[in-house]
């Protein structure tokens, strides 16, 4: 079965930190993707990524950056963490086009 | 961008029975996938179910069945023989490939009560 993981399962950052949230894919999926999720608003595309190195922004890029150096690694980077960036982030990943997304737990972060 | 909408913040129903969630969408595009995901409390994100929507016969998993109506671009899911593991934030989802970004309804959240 196909395993995504995410580095932190709870993180809490102060205002103005840099930090970094990291996933991993076990089954050589092409496609990797960074989800923020807020009651009410579902789930938001921040950034995905099709193949190494390469990425595209998502629905609400502002304030986020991404990093994709190998095919299985995602990052995540909060340049500056902002209290309004407290939230539940979720990692995924597919295999090609049209495939389903395989989540990983989430990481809830909360920045004071 | 397309958009997807769950009119249903919160449902219940009496176990054993059955129960329909709603999900519109809104797309110019004639190819594209749709899914439901469920998200138990605390836990992980799954899929429950994937239609295609070139194929006009409607995707089914064992007691999860779906209502594909694509010129009124609505994909309701329908959970048969409820169970109290099926309580979940239920997910209506919209993916146009490529380039396989996927976008998501706001989530209906199910009780199923014993």
């Known amino acids: 079965d196909v395993k995504v993981t995410q580095s932190s399962r709870y993180l809490v950052k102060r205002t103005g930190e840099k930090v970094f949230l990291e996933c991993v894919q076990d089954?050589?999926?092409?496609?990797m993707f960074w989800y923020r999720q807020d009651p009410g608003l579902g789930l938001r595309l921040i950034y995905f990524?099709?193949?190494?190195?390469?990425?595209e922004k998502g629905d609400i890029p502002e304030g986020y950056s991404v990093s994709r150096e190998k095919k299985e690694r995602f990052s995540l980077i909060l340049e500056s963490a902002s209290t309004n960036q407290t939230s539940m982030y979720l990692c995924?990943?597919?295999?090609?086009?049209?495939?389903?997304?395989?989540f990983g737990p989430g990481t809830r972060l909360t920045v004071t | 961008a397309q958009t997807v909408t769950q009119s249903q913040p919160e449902m219940s129903v009496q176990e054993a029975e059955t129960v329909t969630l709603s999900c519109t969408y809104d797309?110019?595009?004639?190819?594209?996938?749709l899914f439901w995901y469920k998200q138990p409390p605390s836990r992980q994100m799954i899929l429950v179910i994937r239609?295609?929507?070139?194929?006009?016969q409607n995707a089914t998993e064992n007691r999860f069945s779906v209502n594909f109506q694509k010129a009124a671009k609505s994909f309701s899911l329908k959970i048969s023989d409820s169970q109290l593991g099926d309580t979940a934030m239920y997910f209506c989802?919209?993916?146009?490939?490529?380039?396989?970004?996927?976008?998501f309804g706001a989530g209906t959240r199910l009780t199923v009560k014993p």
């Open positions: 995924a990943s597919s295999l090609s086009s049209g495939m389903r997304q395989y």
């Open positions: 089954m050589d999926h092409e496609n």
């Open positions: 990524s099709y193949d190494v190195k390469m990425k």
């Open positions: 797309t110019s595009e004639n190819n594209y996938y």
């Open positions: 239609q295609e929507a070139y194929k006009q």
């Open positions: 989802a919209f993916m146009k490939p490529p380039p396989n970004d996927m976008r």
